[in-house]
């Protein structure tokens, strides 16, 4: 029995993602929307275009992207003490993120930042991240 269901253009819902994207098969134009918040930063930075390039194949053609990026170009480091562990960070700035979404052919609508994500109540230096809200251009 599967908990796939269509959604309004006929694309896979996120139980059924989730479940296959553990292995590998989400098919082109399978979603109106990619999420990701609070991640791209965390993997090799040389490896951001080619998932914004897989993000822009699961979208179905006017599908939307909300991601969560960085202000400035960061080499690859490390961070101790981030709530217990080690966290990895690298990242390109936001306007080359910018750049590298346009030369994937989305569209950006807008753009803000976001602050930390994390509980206020943690004594954390206080973050921002810019939020890029874009779409995939429709081919004519």
């Not at 109106?32 to 918040?37: I, N, Q, T």
């Not at 993997?43 to 979208?59: K, M, Q, V």
């Not at 170009?73 to 990242?91: C, I, K, L, P, Q």
């Amino acid at each position: 029995m599967s908990t796939s269901r269509p959604s309004r253009s006929g694309s896979t819902d996120i139980a059924s993602a989730s479940r296959n994207a553990a292995f590998g098969t989400l098919l082109e134009a399978s979603f109106d929307a990619v999420v990701s918040f609070y991640v791209v930063f965390h993997l090799p930075r040389e490896e951001h275009e080619a998932l914004f390039r897989r993000f822009a194949r699961w979208l179905v053609p006017g599908g939307y992207l909300a991601v969560t990026v960085s202000h400035c170009r960061e080499d690859a480091y490390t961070e101790d003490g981030f709530f217990g562990v080690r966290m990895y960070r690298s990242n390109w700035s936001r306007e080359d993120y910018v750049q590298m979404l346009a030369r994937l052919d989305f569209e950006l609508l807008e753009t803000s930042a976001i602050g930390h994500g994390y509980d206020a109540s943690e004594p954390r230096k206080r973050e921002s991240h810019p939020l890029l809200f874009a779409r995939k251009r429709e081919r004519t």
